[in-house]
Each structure stands twice: as structure tokens, then as C-alpha cells.
């Protein structure tokens, strides 16, 4: 049980994919401007990053060394599509909102990154932990950098308007998006070395 608490665990702090190992920035800064988006992208990739390590995990013996990553991306936009599908079947406003950056996943180097460093090498219960892990690290620091990106620069919170007027504006934009991700990955690192 402590190793398999461990793999889920380092993903969310000692390997978070955002705030240590600084990966996946293209859809960190570009879907936080709001709590639920973060959210919603954060799910969204763990969702490919459990079935991707799955996979991966089941066929990697059988995968050449010279042709395993064109194999490991084809399983991961397998997945993407999968998600596309069903996002646009069941919750298409969601769809909407995060557009463009759903099949970027396919190219998220967390993604790849997992089934290279964790997938290819582990079984599938371990890597489908480690899926988990990973996948709760970034989802977390998606929501945490879009809840203090949508509070400051709108005055809400999950969408729930609790300041009157607009916010800063700089906050919604793209130098906000650096603003606050530089700060939080400050803050983590500084209370993960104590």
C-alpha cells in the first residue's frame, strides 16, 4: 500500500508536473484564465494520462527501440480522440471552452514524458498510478493557478461573481499567466524544501 500511496503522491508534489519539473506550460498558461478551466484541462489529461500509461505499459515489450515513440504517440492520440469525442458528445460546453488545447494533448510533453520515463518501463498497475499522480499534480496546479488568476482579475471564483467591478485585467491576460505561475512555483519550492 505505501508504494502504491507513494506513486500517486510524487505527482503531486515532488514530481509536479507544473511547479517542479516545469512541463506542459502551453496549456498551463493558456487555460488557467479561470478556476474551472484549469480544472477541466487538468482532468482531461490525467483522463489520457491513466490510459495512455495503460497501454503503453501493455505493449512496450512488444514495441521495437526504433520506432517507440511514433508508437507511443499514436496510443496517445488514440486517446485524445477518444476524449474529444466524448467531450463533444457529453459536455460540449466544455469543449468549447478549452478548444484548441484538447488535441495539443497529444503533443503535452507530461504525456509523453510519463510513457517514456514511467510507462515503458513499469507494470500496468504501477503506471496506471502513476497516471493518477501526475494527473492530480498538474489538474492541481491548473485549479490553484486559475482560481488565483480568475480572483484577481475578475473578482470571482469558479465563475461566482463575489467582487463588484472588473478585476486586473493583467491577471486574465497572458502576463498574468506568468505573474502567477512564477510566484506559485516559488512558493511550492520553497515550502517542498522545508
Known amino acids: 500500500m505505501g508504494k502504491n500511496l507513494s506513486l500517486i503522491t510524487k505527482g503531486l508534489i515532488k514530481e509536479n508536473p507544473v511547479f517542479v519539473l516545469v512541463l506542459g506550460m502551453c496549456p498551463t498558461l493558456a487555460t488557467t ?32 527501440d526504433k520506432v517507440h ?14 476524449l474529444q469525442l466524448l467531450m463533444q458528445a457529453f459536455v460540449p460546453t466544455v469543449y468549447e471552452s478549452l478548444g484548441l488545447f484538447i488535441p495539443l494533448i497529444v503533443v503535452n510533453c507530461i504525456v509523453l514524458g510519463r ?4 510507462a515503458s ?3 500496468v ?17 491548473l485549479t490553484v493557478i486559475g482560481l488565483v488568476r480568475e480572483v484577481l482579475g475578475s473578482g470571482s471564483l469558479f465563475g461566482w461573481k463575489f467582487i463588484a467591478g472588473d478585476g486586473m485585467l493583467a ?18 519550492n520553497k515550502f517542498l524544501k522545508k
Do not use: H, Q, R
Open 69 to 82: 515513440i511514433p508508437v507511443y504517440i499514436v496510443v496517445i492520440a488514440t486517446f485524445v480522440t477518444v
Open 171 to 188: 491577471f486574465v491576460l497572458a502576463p498574468g499567466a506568468f505573474m502567477v505561475l512564477g510566484y506559485l512555483m516559488v512558493l511550492f
Open 33 to 64: 484564465t479561470s478556476a474551472i478551466n484549469g480544472l477541466e484541462m487538468g482532468l482531461a489529461t490525467m483522463f489520457v494520462l491513466i490510459f495512455s500509461n495503460i497501454v503503453i505499459s501493455l505493449i512496450s515489450p512488444m514495441v521495437p
Open 121 to 123: 518501463k513499469n507494470g
Open 125 to 141: 498497475w504501477a503506471s496506471a498510478l502513476d497516471g493518477v499522480g501526475i494527473g492530480l499534480g498538474f489538474t492541481l496546479a
Open 115 to 118: 510513457a517514456e520515463a514511467f
